[in-house]
């Protein structure tokens, strides 16, 4: 793993439709070490063929995100829990 990474605000943007609440506001527990963070202090690494955001604890993989011509793919096996404000409405 390299240091080489930006704070979780990255995905805010690229997950901006594929959830309808805003992002940065979300926690999320590591499936590796229960360690629960918000999303913006997840550390994530783009330039690949997607995104791919890990724990700032363990370093495990929580959320991996890519658009292909095939789709949109969102792979959270790592997250144990992604918890979000109440619903409105
Ligand atoms: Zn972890």
Do not use: K
């Not at 783009?46 to 789709?71: K, M, S």
Request: charged fraction near 15%; charge should be negative.
């Amino acid at each position: 793993m390299t240091h080489n990474h930006e704070d979780g605000n990255a995905l805010a943007g690229p997950l901006l439709d594929v959830f309808a609440f805003e992002v940065s506001t979300a926690t999320a527990r590591c499936a590796g070490c229960t360690r629960t963070e918000p999303i913006v202090a997840l550390h994530v690494y783009q330039g690949g063929p997607g995104v791919v955001a890990r724990c700032p604890g363990c370093g495990d993989v929580l959320l991996r995100y890519a658009e292909t011509p095939h789709g949109r793919w969102l792979d959270l096996r790592g997250t144990a829990v992604l918890h979000f404000g109440a619903a409105t409405g």
